[in-house]
């Protein structure tokens, strides 16, 4: 299992940006939440599925299987 940051650097720095302007909760969600909190709980979750393989909701991050 590895996790990577997105190769496509354009898609990562908006990410990026857009959790500094919200302080490091999701971008892509409006609620602020500890399960929003990047990493976010639904990837966290995705990380601990074996079967999962991809990117988080925002695509910042990409997990391997
Ligand atoms: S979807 Fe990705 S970038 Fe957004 S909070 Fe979750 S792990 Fe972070």
Do not use: S, W
């Not at 898609?11 to 409006?30: F, H």
């Not at 990837?43 to 990117?55: H, K, L, M, N």
């Amino acid at each position: 299992m590895r996790i990577r940051v997105n190769e496509n650097k354009e898609i990562a720095d908006m990410v990026k940006e857009g959790l500094e302007q919200t302080g490091g909760y999701c971008p892509c969600r409006r609620e602020r939440t500890p399960d929003t909190k990047c990493m976010c709980k639904e990837f966290r979750d995705q990380i601990a599925d074996p079967d999962f393989e991809g990117f988080c909701h925002c695509q910042l991050y990409y997990k391997e299987k």
